[in-house]
Nanobody, 124 residues
């Protein structure tokens, strides 16, 4: 069973920084992609940052140049460095891992795993 545990959330003032961590129970290289999602009250979950096994990244337009996703393979951990935080960044942040399984006998299968979430609040 895959377990993802987020940490690092908290209360921070506008303009401040936080680093979120997502620790996996196994090698993160077993996942085709990992990412951070967030969900604010009354809004749908959105992708914040993604990282593929090969190292490519993508970011939501709202966080480009402010957030950075990275990984420490030996620690089985993915990070989200958040700088220049804004009140609109306030949300519960979730770690996600995706596994893709190909088969010559049928369609590919996708498995996703989620952490429990960590609250980030940006306020004065």
């Amino acid at each position: 069973q895959v377990q993802l545990v987020e940490s690092g959330g908290g209360l921070v003032q506008p303009g401040g920084s936080l680093r979120l961590s997502c620790a996996a129970s196994g090698s993160i290289l077993s996942f085709n992609a990992m990412g951070w999602y967030r969900q604010a009250p009354g809004k749908q979950r959105e992708l914040v940052a993604g990282l593929t096994r090969g190292g490519s990244t993508n970011y939501a337009d709202s966080v480009k140049c402010r957030f950075a996703i990275s990984r420490a393979n030996a620690k089985n951990t993915v990070y989200l460095q958040m700088n220049s935080l804004k009140p609109e960044d306030t949300a519960v942040y979730y770690c996600n891992a995706k596994q893709l399984f190909d088969s010559i006998l049928g369609p590919p299968e996708t498995r996703e795993h989620w952490g429990q979430g960590t609250q980030v609040t940006v306020s004065s």
